[in-house]
Nanobody, 127 residues
Framework: QVQLVETGGGSVQAGGSLTLSCTAS????????MGWYRKPPGLECELIIR???????DYADSVKGQFTVSQDSGKNTMFLHLKSLESDDSGVYSC?????????????????????WGQGTQVTVSS
């Protein structure tokens, strides 16, 4: 049974850092591509990172240079390292799998979707 569990969210002061975890069961990251989404309060959900089955990663411009991903294959866990956090980074962060390419008729990140999500973890950045 496929399952994704995110942990590590919390409250942090602006300028601080957090590391989120996404533990997968029922598959390995070599078998399925992964994505990370962020849902700020009152705003649309944003696909911020795509991770290929070979471990390659692609970051949205909004987080490039600020967030990084890593993996521990032995624990089947992916980590999202957040640094230099600002209030705009607040939101629910979710990892997802079940990747689908929607086609070139969609612009930018809209071409990609991930249809199986974990429950998400809340990040709150206070200034």
């Amino acid at each position: 049974q496929v399952q994704l569990v995110e942990t590590g969210g919390g409250s942090v002061q602006a300028g601080g850092s957090l590391t989120l975890s996404c533990t997968a069961s029922g598959f390995t990251f070599e078998q399925r591509a992964m994505g990370w989404y962020r849902k700020p309060p009152g705003l649309e959900c944003e696909l911020i990172i795509r991770v290929g089955r070979n471990g390659s990663s692609d970051y949205a411009d909004s987080v490039k240079g600020q967030f990084t991903v890593s993996q521990d294959s032995g624990k089947n866990t992916m980590f999202l390292h957040l640094k230099s956090l600002e209030s705009d980074d607040s939101g629910v962060y979710s990892c997802a799998t079940d990747y689908k390419y929607r086609g070139r008729g969609y612009a930018g990140a809209g071409r990609y979707e991930y249809n199986f999500w974990g429950q998400g973890t809340q990040v709150t950045v206070s200034s």
